[in-house]
């Protein structure tokens, strides 16, 4: 179960406690903080929040910087990134940056692949290993993914930016993408009404009849040189969002027109030399927009789809 909650439904100052599985906050800055159950935050104004204890995951697309989490032992302030934290009931922290930097009450900064941990004993931070592990369900839940069934995962901080060059011959990788994308009128996709796809497609393809603001997920499966070259390989999953499917890119010449708008910027893609769906590939989107199943026959290469969910928030255009 996942509550996606605004600051107006809890209100500035009041404490929450976090009881039923995960909750995702989209502040009105545009940050998100999503919190794993059991947990106590109370949030402190439109681009601060305080947690008391928990496990959470925070981004901050986009250009918007300041984002401040308030723990018993530090205080965090975001200089444009996302960063996982642990509070332990005793108020000892482990922060994990994952990308972009952020900054701590003592001015110290932490950039992507660092980890630090503090307690009520200790004047400074301590240097720990890297570990993103207890993050990946809040970073999921961070981007609006509430479910994933199947043979599929969220790529993680570490292979967000390089579907090129990840690779897991066992799932269907989903990459978060860009944010608040705007797709003007008359923009090109395959797909935006419920219903089942398949190849061929001949031609046939849609024209957005008004501009939309999109959040875009890449679905890849890239194996091993061996896996690629060995079998083909079946795989099936259901990708539930908490927010409709606007449209769908399944084909290779409309992925490859896309990347401009909807990749990360600096997204590595080497080794992809095949895109889109085959003919033994079924996707189907919900009557409620809201579930895609994909069922992939893989032959060989990469296969990879474009999924645009409405966007959220209310950022800048990136």
Do not use: C, M
Not at 277 to 290: G, K, Q, W
């Amino acid at each position: 179960v996942v509550r996606v909650l605004t600051e107006s439904d809890i209100g500035d100052g009041n404490r929450t406690e976090v009881q039923v599985a995960r909750v995702k906050i989209n502040f009105q800055s545009g940050a998100k903080l999503a919190v794993q159950a059991p947990a106590t935050l109370r949030l402190l104004g439109p681009n601060s929040a305080q947690l008391q204890h928990g496990l959470a995951t925070v981004r901050v697309p986009g250009e918007i910087k300041g984002f401040v989490l308030v723990t018993p032992h530090q205080r965090v302030t975001d200089l444009g990134t996302s960063f996982g934290l642990e509070v332990a009931k005793t108020g000892d922290t482990s922060i994990s940056v994952f990308e972009g930097e952020i900054e701590l009450e003592d001015h110290q900064r932490l950039v992507g692949g660092q980890t630090v941990s503090f307690t009520a004993s200790e004047e400074s931070p301590r240097e720990i290993p890297y570990a993103i592990s207890q993050f990946l369900d809040t970073w999921q839940v961070s981007f609006g993914v509430e479910q994933l069934v199947g043979d599929v995962r969220v790529a993680s901080p570490v292979e967000r930016h390089l579907p090129g060059l990840a690779r897991d011959s066992d799932s269907l990788l989903l990459f978060p993408e860009r944010e608040d994308a705007l797709l003007q009128h008359g923009y090109v996709v395959d797909a935006v009404k419920p219903g089942t796809y398949r190849r061929p497609f001949r031609k046939h393809t849609v024209k957005l009849t008004e501009s939309i603001r999109v959040d875009s997920f890449l679905l890849q499966y890239n194996p091993s040189y061996v896996e690629a070259v060995s079998r083909n390989q079946s795989f099936q999953g259901e990708l539930h969002f908490d927010r409709p499917i606007v449209a769908l890119i399944l084909q290779k010449d409309l992925l490859d027109s896309s990347d401009a708008e909807l990749a990360l910027p600096g997204t590595d893609f080497r080794n992809i030399f095949r895109r889109g769906i085959n003919d033994a590939d079924v996707v189907t989107l919900s009557a409620d927009r809201r579930v895609l199943r994909v069922a992939l026959n893989v032959k060989n290469g990469v296969d990879q789809i474009r999924v645009l969910v409405a966007a959220d928030n209310n950022l800048e255009s990136q």
